[in-house]
């Protein structure tokens, strides 16, 4: 099945300095899946950060930049310069517009980001 | 008005006993979904509705029950609860545009199972 791999649980990071929070995915029932980062702030609900639908392209949002790489099926989340303010659970997710998989969300496990100030 | 509203926020259950869970939204979308979060794991699609039609997961498919009365209210029964069954309950809404579907989601409602 379809799969997504956040490889750090927690991250910490001092605030102005800049920010990596690494996505792999595996999608074997979809040919091109649309690739998502949504975020969790504390008290919230899960809300959208940023989506790329096409292999290559780059979304942008709130200063957090992500590139769908098919070749590496990586969908990094990164920033420059973090502040407190983005203290918050990122989750990657991938999802495909095929029968049977209609609009279904497959998420990786988040990752909890903390700066410090 | 981009909320989705769930009720309760939180829930104490007894084992075997019943759970319903609402979520409601006002954005006229045509898609609801409903989600399980543990701790430490990836949010996990239980079901889904398609305007009146009801997907279930495989691995879910006898655990949950749900019902959408109308286009703006879903919800999720457990029969008969237990243990496992204690998690955060991520509702979400979404109107298909283009090839992709953005996922509105609620502020969860955490199940506590004694």
């Known amino acids: 099945g379809d799969s997504v791999t956040q490889t750090e649980g927690q991250v910490t990071v001092s605030e102005s300095k800049s920010l990596i929070i690494n996505c792999t995915y595996s999608?074997?029932?979809?040919?091109?899946?649309?690739l998502f980062w949504y975020v969790r702030y504390p008290g919230e609900g899960l809300q959208l950060l940023l989506k790329?639908?096409?292999?290559?392209q780059k979304g942008s949002s709130r200063g957090f930049e992500a590139t769908y790489n098919k070749e590496t099926t990586s969908f990094h989340l990164q920033k420059a310069s973090v502040q407190e303010s983005d203290s918050a659970v990122y989750y990657c997710?991938?999802?495909?517009?095929?029968?049977?998989?209609?609009?279904?969300?497959?998420f990786g496990a988040g990752t909890r980001l903390a700066v410090c100030p | 008005d981009t909320t989705v509203k769930q009720n309760p926020r939180y829930k104490l259950a007894r084992v075997g006993k019943p759970v319903n869970l609402i979520c409601s939204q006002t954005?006229?979308?045509?898609?609801m979904y409903w989600y399980q979060k543990k701790p430490n794991q990836a949010p996990k699609l239980l079901l889904f509705?398609?305007?009146?039609?009801?997907?279930r997961e495989a691995d879910t498919f006898e655990k949950f029950q749900s019902s959408r009365p109308n286009n703006s209210f879903c919800s999720l029964y457990i029969g008969s609860a237990g243990l496992e069954y204690s998690a955060m309950y991520l509702c979400?809404?979404?109107?298909?545009?283009?090839?992709?579907?953005?996922?509105?989601f609620g502020p969860g409602t955490r199940l506590t199972v004694l």
């Open positions: 979400a809404s979404s109107r298909e545009e283009g090839n992709y579907a953005e996922q509105f």
């Open positions: 999608a074997t029932s979809i040919a091109y899946p649309n």
């Open positions: 790329v639908i096409t292999a290559g």
């Open positions: 997710a991938l999802s495909g517009m095929l029968s049977g998989s209609f609009n279904k969300l497959t």
């Open positions: 954005m006229n979308h045509d898609t």
């Open positions: 509705y398609y305007d009146k039609i009801l997907n």
